[in-house]
């Protein structure tokens, strides 16, 4: 995977856990599933600020390729909001969170 790729899933990854950990204390502390996601505007302005990437197009061609390998999945909400996740189990979330992109110890 290319570092930009790999930035963009961790990027994603890390806010993905978040959101549900913060779902999970609505829920009373009961677990749920990694499956909330990031809504892709603060995902786009995140990665702008990492600058990860410059443009909506260029976000928009990384997430056809994530989403060619079935590494990213999007969804609309009932108002047509867009959320970008991980479809994978919560371990293997977190290791794409942890993962050190730079392959410095």
Known sequence: MAPR????MKLLAKQQIANSEK???KEGGRPKALAVGMEY???KKEAQAKLLVTSDTQLQQFLVE???HALVHTKRND???EFI???H???LVAMIGDFNVSGAK
């Open 23 to 25: 779902e999970d204390e």
């Open 5 to 8: 790729h790999a930035e963009l």
């Open 66 to 68: 994530l989403r060619a």
């Open 79 to 81: 108002d047509g909001v």
């Open 41 to 43: 505007r603060e995902f």
């Open 85 to 87: 996740s991980i479809p």
């Open 89 to 91: 189990p919560p371990g």
